[in-house]
């Protein structure tokens, strides 16, 4: 059996010759994006939009995503075990920061969603102003404390994960909780990472169209700067969130399809190959954000040419210490011209 199961993983298309690059490229590119995106989000000239929290916050957990799935296959590559595997504390731990992370990526969407649904509601009825942008501020961090408390609350059975041995070649490997409550979980995974988001994002995306459509239609002259900026937002977000949806849920329903079905117990060329696909397609939705917001949003670009031209400088000046001086002639100040001088300054009493 043990034979079977590595020609199996031998044949199929994921394999260590082209596998390993793919992964390191991906690594760098995501953790290039995310760092870009972190940065840039927290600008102060972005930071007036309440979204850019959310995709601050997205982009550290993309990062940490990407962290601990491409080195857990990293190391099922390079070495015998991969990294999860390796004992009952790496098990546990990567499977409350992976899932968690995952999840809270996918969650900021849904709750820049539902900001970017609250102005432009705003927007298209003309209510649109500054008391509205610090109003909204203010139940950021609720909406975030709530949020966490309950992914919080949800994950706490990952915190069960453990080693089990395998009855075919006698090789531990990390289950998520434990055989009878993996069902469970998979049920709660697909409901937090793509069952819920994927209601929340659509009936919130028709709602922002609609209102975008009303607002457009309603023009006035007090704020147009900011509405089209935030219009513009609104618009790069519900593209992002289709985009994310259709790349996230085939992972959740594959592992949904393995704990209540049986049709791919015994085709395990077929069961690795659907696992690997769907696996490497929901990683790459934590690594493609950045340059998704680049080819959506000119305000983006913008702000990102500014964060380019900033660095540049910094390194211009910094190869080129001493700066040449110009030296003007100084010119002579009679005596007497220095009593006017100094007389016109004086206030008006004091001259007598």
């Known amino acids: 059996m043990n034979s079977t199961l590595e020609e199996v993983v031998e044949e199929t298309w994921a394999n260590e010759d082209w596998m390993v690059p793919y992964l390191f490229f991906l690594l760098s590119m995501g953790t290039i994006g995310n760092s870009f995106g972190l940065i840039l989000f ?8 309440s979204c850019s929290l959310y995709f601050s916050l997205m982009a550290i957990f993309d990062e940490l995503s990407l962290i601990w ?9 390079l070495t015998e075990t991969a990294l999860r595997n390796q004992s009952t504390a790496l098990c546990k731990l990567f499977a409350v920061v992976y899932y968690s992370s995952s999840q809270a990526s996918i969650g900021m969407i849904v709750l820049a969603m ?4 609250y102005t432009t509601f705003k927007i298209a009825h003309g209510y649109f102003n500054s008391l509205v942008l610090t109003r909204r501020q203010h139940f950021q ?16 059975l990952l915190f069960g994960s453990q080693l089990i041995e395998a009855p ?50 309603r023009v006035t002259s007090i704020n147009t700067i900011n509405k089209r900026h935030e219009t513009q937002l609104s618009i790069m977000l519900v593209i992002t969130s289709i985009v994310s949806l259709f790349i996230v849920s085939p992972y959740s329903c594959l592992n949904l399809l393995i704990n209540f079905s049986n049709i791919l117990n015994n085709d395990y060329r077929t069961l690795y ?21 680049l080819m959506i949003s000119s305000t983006i670009r913008k702000q990102f040419r500014a964060i380019l031209n900033s660095a540049f400088a910094t390194c211009s000046n910094g190869r080129n210490p001493f ?15 220095l009593t006017v001088n100094v007389v016109h300054r004086l206030p008006n009493e ?3």
């Open 42 to 49: 927290r600008l102060y000239s972005m930071r007036k939009y």
């Open 69 to 77: 799935w491409i080195t857990n296959r990293l190391t099922s590559h």
């Open 114 to 117: 539902f900001d970017r649904l």
């Open 141 to 156: 961090h609720i909406c975030l404390g709530v949020y966490f408390f309950m992914l919080i609350g949800l994950n706490s």
């Open 168 to 217: 075919e070649n006698n090789e531990e490997y990390c289950v998520i909780i434990d055989p009878y409550f993996t069902r469970i979980y998979s049920i709660i995974d697909l409901c937090i990472y793509a069952l819920i988001p994927c209601i929340c994002m659509l009936v919130g995306d028709i709602l922002i169209l609609h209102y975008i459509r009303k607002s457009r239609a």
């Open 273 to 293: 190959t659907l696992n690997d696909a769907f696996g490497l397609l929901s990683t790459f939705t934590h690594a493609m954000h950045f340059y998704l917001f």
């Open 323 to 337: 700066r040449s001086v110009i030296i003007t002639p100084v010119k002579t100040t009679t005596s007497s011209q």
């Open 350 to 352: 004091q001259i007598q």
